[in-house]
């Protein structure tokens, strides 16, 4: 079983830990540390056991407030895939039939009629206009 040394609050450790577990050591070693030296400069140096415990707290504190959030995390996923599924298992809807209004062919021949009577109005009142002018 290897033995590994961890520095936490200026203090040095010697701890055992499983083969190949070193690295979770160290790392756990430094988040304690680190709230170690968080409690170190806001109130100094105090005793061995209490830095410990207090560091362990507030560790502590941080993991609940972390589970909270991953609770609900997990609870809006949850409630996101039941969404998921209902909608997946929902029929498809029946498409819509759109009625698009036609123009009667009656009315577009009236259209084109009056558009030639009055293209040729147009060119009576320009040739008229050229005689007038002479042009």
Do not use: W, Y
Not at 73 to 85: F, G, M, N, T, V
Not at 88 to 93: A, F, L, T
């Amino acid at each position: 079983m290897p033995e590994v040394n961890v520095v936490i609050g200026g203090r040095t450790f010697e701890v055992a830990c499983q083969e190949g577990e070193e690295h979770f050591l160290h790392s756990a070693a430094r988040m304690l540390d680190s709230e170690a030296s968080v409690l170190s400069e806001q109130i100094g140096r105090m005793p061995e056991a209490q830095m410990l415990l207090m560091a362990g707290l507030m560790l502590a504190d941080k993991t609940a407030g972390l589970e909270d959030k991953l609770r609900d995390a997990e609870d809006r996923c949850s409630a996101l895939e039941a969404e998921l599924r209902d909608l997946q298992q929902r029929p498809e809807p029946q498409p819509e039939r759109v009625e698009v209004p036609v123009v009667p062919s009656s009315v577009t021949d009236q259209l084109a009629e009056i558009a030639a009577r009055a293209e040729s109005l147009a060119a009576d009142v320009e040739e008229k206009l050229n005689v007038k002018t002479g042009g």
